[in-house]
């Protein structure tokens, strides 16, 4: 079976500049995730969606960030515009239903100088 | 307020027994889950508890009190391979939108030397 697929897995951009990320989940999973983790700390949970739908996003910075994930399938989280506080590394994760294990892909590590 | 805590560092010796603890205060409990994280690395899921006890799998096990809101997850025989870091998820149900949630502690650093 097929991991979680992200791409791309480094990324390096000047702060005020936008980036985006791309996730392709497990298929057949329900429900899609993205973290941030920061170097030295746990994964923090930025958006889940439910098929299509935006089921958690209390901790996006909706101000710079977004996600989507069109026809309940692939997702991208954009940032726009970076800030150096966003330097981290950005997990995708998926799982079969929301009361499953979430099984997570390589990440993409993003740094804003 | 949502808290979980874990050891930052930890080191043993290759052969021996780590215990890693790890206390959580949250709103909800929902169940417990230890991940492995190697170095650049995605999380791996380890193993999850959702009642009192001790699970085991393998060289792995994994303990659960809810009422002292405290969990370890035990390695036994250590391996080189298993100096990594071990994540300690806790699934609050009463997360925005009712969904369940992993909030996750910072990790354990664990280092394992000849």
């Known amino acids: 079976e097929a991991g979680v697929a992200q791409s791309p897995r480094y990324k390096i951009i000047e702060k005020r500049q936008s980036v985006a990320f791309w996730c392709n989940p497990i298929s057949g999973h329900a429900t899609l995730y993205w973290y941030q983790q920061i170097l030295g700390q746990g994964p923090k949970l930025l958006i889940q969606?439910?098929?299509?739908?935006?089921?958690?996003d209390s901790q996006l910075p909706k101000d710079r960030f977004s996600a989507e994930r069109l026809k309940g399938v692939d997702s991208t989280l954009k940032i726009q515009p970076a800030k150096l506080e966003d330097s981290a590394v950005y997990l995708c994760?998926?799982?079969?239903?929301?009361?499953?294990?979430?099984?997570f892909g390589p990440g993409t590590r993003l740094t804003v100088t | 307020g949502q808290n979980i805590d874990q050891p930052t560092e930890m080191t043993a010796t290759e052969g021996a027994i780590v215990q890693i603890n790890c206390t959580y205060q949250t709103s909800g409990f929902n169940g417990l889950f230890w991940y492995q994280q190697h170095a650049g690395e995605a999380p791996t899921f380890l193993s999850y508890?959702?009642?009192?006890g001790l699970e085991e799998k393998g060289r792995f096990s994994s303990f659960l009190s809810r009422s002292k809101g405290y969990s370890y997850l035990l390695l036994k025989e250590l391996q080189m391979k298993d100096s990594a870091s071990y994540l300690c998820a806790v699934r609050d149900p009463l997360g925005s939108g009712g969904y369940n949630k992993l909030i996750f502690g910072a990790g354990t650093r664990l280092a394992v030397h000849p």
């Open positions: 969606f439910q098929n299509n739908g935006v089921v958690d």
């Open positions: 508890n959702v009642l009192d």
């Open positions: 994760a998926s799982s079969l239903d929301r009361e499953y294990e979430q099984y």
